[in-house]
C-alpha cells in the first residue's frame, strides 16, 4: 500500500491516470500508452488523448514510475 500526497491510500498493484488521477489496475485499464520508456494506464480513451495533447501538462502528477 501507498500513500499518496493526497492522503489517499492505494493498492501498490494499481496506478494513478496522470490525466484524472483515477486509480487504475493494470489488468482492468482501458488505456494504456508509453511515454519515454514509461507504460501509463489510462481510466478511459478520453484521459489518454488528453495526455497526449499535453502530456507535459499532466506530467508533474507523475512520481515513481
Do not use: W
Not at 482492468?28 to 484521459?47: E, I, K, V
Amino acid at each position: 500500500m501507498f500513500q499518496l500526497s493526497s492522503g489517499e491510500v492505494v493498492d501498490e498493484l494499481s496506478h494513478i491516470d496522470p490525466v484524472c488521477r483515477m486509480q487504475v489496475s493494470p489488468d482492468d485499464a482501458p488505456t494504456r500508452r508509453s511515454h519515454q520508456g514509461t507504460t501509463l494506464y489510462f481510466c478511459s480513451p478520453s484521459c489518454a488523448a488528453k495526455f497526449e495533447e499535453a502530456p507535459e501538462v499532466h506530467l508533474p502528477m507523475i512520481t515513481n514510475t
